[in-house]
């Protein structure tokens, strides 16, 4: 069956380093991937979207890899700052399929 | 423009009873989706509509309804609440296109 596998450990970073979050996948071909952003009791926030035909995308201080041998994605935030402590999901859709599936999220925390 | 709204955003409501949840979402946006969150099982889709029909069903029993009025907004249903029904439910609309989802805050449903 499908999977999508994000830590479920938190990760601890001290602010102005690099984070770098992980999204596993198997028995999947996705047509695109996508990064969330999710606080406390809130909805998702919808961050960067990267298909399958490319390899990198970037945003102000963030980069989304796909590697689609390795069915993987890396979601690196630079310089990173304590207001960048979130819950992060990755989320997966197949071609034409509007609805992608969401990984459980992995829990980011930056120390001042 | 205005994001996705839910009413209400907290209820607490008794075994056996039904609930009804609803969702405006964001001008322009035909598409919206409901998810169910929990912190067991995670970021779980429910059911998609778009033009008022539903187009994609995830795997939850017919106790859980949906619908969509002509201006986009949608409701949804659970009848004959149970313990397990608890939960943050979410909103969700999109442009096709591209398959972001843009969330509300959700309705954070308790059932005693």
């Known amino acids: 069956s499908q999977k999508i596998e994000q830590n479920s450990e938190a990760l601890n970073i001290q602010e102005g380093k690099t984070a770098t979050l992980t999204c596993n996948y198997t028995n999947y071909s996705p047509a695109y991937l996508q990064w969330y952003r999710q606080d406390p009791g809130r909805g998702p926030v919808f961050l960067l979207l990267?298909?399958?035909?490319?390899k990198e995308k970037r945003k102000e201080r963030l980069k989304v890899t796909f590697d689609t041998t390795l069915k993987q994605s890396l979601f690196h935030i630079t310089a990173s700052q304590p207001a960048d402590s979130a819950t992060y999901l990755c989320?997966?859709?197949?071609?034409?399929?509007?609805?992608?599936?969401f990984g459980r999220g992995t829990s980011l925390i930056v120390h001042p | 423009k205005a994001g996705v709204t839910q009413t209400p955003r907290y209820l607490i409501k008794t075994r056996g009873q039904q609930v009804t949840l609803s969702c405006s979402p964001i001008?322009?946006?035909?598409?919206v989706s409901w998810y169910q969150q929990t912190p067991g099982q995670g970021l779980q889709f429910l059911f998609e509509?778009?033009?008022?029909?539903?187009?994609n069903k995830g795997n939850f029993p017919g106790r859980f309804s949906g619908r969509q009025f002509s201006n986009s907004r949608s409701e949804m249903n659970v009848s004959t609440l149970e313990l397990g029904d608890s939960a943050l439910y979410l909103c969700a609309s999109s442009l096709e296109a591209t398959g972001e989802q843009y969330f509300g805050p959700g309705t954070r449903l308790t059932v005693t």
């Open positions: 989320a997966l859709g197949s071609g034409g399929s509007y609805i992608p599936t």
């Open positions: 990267i298909r399958e035909n490319e």
């Open positions: 509509y778009f033009s008022e029909t539903q187009r």
């Open positions: 001008s322009g946006h035909r598409s």
